[in-house]
Every structure is written in structure tokens, then in C-alpha cells.
């Protein structure tokens, strides 16, 4: 505050005594440039909480981090908001908690639209007023619920069929291997019959070198 009121000093002195004040007014003009620089975003570039609300478990907690951090999660905060996630935490507050916390405060990445939800979420924790803000607000929400719900479902669909024609690639080629095993086991019985002939036409020859030097 004092190096603000110095500052408004400063500018309501006359322009000749402006040159005197030199090492104050650059002392007293850094402070509102960093105080301005604390709380503009620092990233050109706005981005919005439904550009985030799109994704699902892992990749969600993955374009958290990049979107709201601007870097890839470590093993320990993929596992912490991983199980948030799964256990019925909101994405809205999970990208809550990860803009107020000390590294999102330093980054300064401005999140649109996120505040209004959020606030809405820390509202829905109250007792009896958090169902009374609930109620209204799921009514109001529900056209987007099942719009999302039917985009979940196509999309798990998709996913099914995927998991499906895998499946049946994955049968179709296990298969292959137990012909190619058969296969196999063919040659191998063939190759002991095989050494068996050998060993025994090995064995009548070194018979008849044996009596061939007995009798010599």
C-alpha cells in the first residue's frame, strides 16, 4: 500500500519534479506490473471445461494434467485422481482441484466456465440446501444427461463391437496355432518314428560289424 500511494504521489507531481523521484517511480511501477502479471493467465490461449468434459477415466485425468498443468501426470497423481474418478468424484471438481492447487495457482491457466459448476459442486456438499440447489439444477441439466448418456452408450457400443471383432480375430487365430500345433506333432512323432528305424538299422549293422570281428 505504501508503494502504492507513492506511486499516486509520483503521478500527481509536477513534470518537472518527475526527474528527481527516478529510483522510487521505477521502484514503485514494478509493483503493480507484478501484482497484474500474479493474476493475468499466463497461457494466450483460454481454454474450456467442456473442451475436457468429453473425455473418460484415464484419458480425462491425462488431458486434466496436460489442459490445467500443461504436462503428463506422474504415477502417484494418475492413481490419486484415477481413484477419485472411479469412485463417483465429479471431473468438474477434479479440474477444480487440480486449478487451485499450488502448481495450477502458478501456472495461471484461466479455465473457462469452470467456475460456476464448481461453485455449484462445493453448494451440493451443504445439508438440506446442497438437495434444494441439486434438485433444480439436475432438471435444468437433464436434456445434457441424456444427451450424454446416449453418446456414452454409443460409445461403449463402438467399443463393444472392437472388443468383438478382436475377440474374433483373436479366436480365429488361436485356431490356426492348435492346426499349426497338430501340425507339429505330426512332424515330431514322424521324426521319432523316424530315429527309432534309425537307432535299430544303427544297431543291426553294429551286430554284424561285431560277429564280422569276432569271426576275423
Not at 87 to 93: A, F, W
Request: glycine fraction near 8%; charge should be positive; proline fraction near 4%.
Amino acid at each position: 500500500m505504501a508503494r502504492v500511494r507513492e506511486e499516486v504521489a509520483r503521478r500527481r507531481e509536477p513534470p518537472g519534479m518527475a526527474a528527481s523521484g527516478t529510483t522510487a517511480a521505477s521502484t514503485s511501477s514494478a509493483y503493480p506490473a507484478a501484482w497484474a502479471a500474479s493474476i493475468v493467465p499466463s497461457g494466450g490461449h483460454k481454454r474450456h471445461l467442456k473442451d475436457l468434459l468429453d473425455f473418460h477415466d484415464r484419458e480425462f485425468v491425462i488431458q486434466a494434467f496436460r489442459q490445467v498443468l500443461g504436462r503428463e501426470p506422474d504415477a502417484g497423481g494418475m492413481n490419486h485422481f484415477l481413484g477419485l474418478l472411479r469412485r463417483g468424484t465429479s471431473k468438474v471438481e477434479i479440474v477444480g482441484r487440480l486449478r487451485l492447487s499450488k502448481e495450477g495457482r502458478r501456472r495461471h491457466e484461466r479455465i473457462r466456465g469452470l467456475l460456476l459448476p464448481l461453485a455449484l459442486e462445493v453448494a451440493y456438499r451443504i445439508p438440506v440446501l446442497g438437495y434444494a440447489i441439486r434438485l433444480p439444477v439436475a432438471v435444468l441439466r437433464l436434456p445434457r444427461i441424456l444427451r450424454s448418456a446416449a453418446q456414452f452408450e454409443n460409445h461403449a457400443t463402438a467399443h463393444l463391437m472392437d472388443l468383438r471383432e478382436s475377440l474374433s480375430a483373436l479366436v480365429s487365430r488361436f485356431g490356426q496355432l492348435e492346426s499349426d500345433l497338430e501340425d507339429v506333432s505330426g512332424l515330431v512323432a514322424s521324426l521319432e518314428s523316424r530315429q527309432g528305424d534309425a537307432r535299430s538299422s544303427l544297431a543291426a549293422e553294429l551286430a554284424w560289424l561285431r560277429a564280422a570281428l569276432e569271426e576275423r
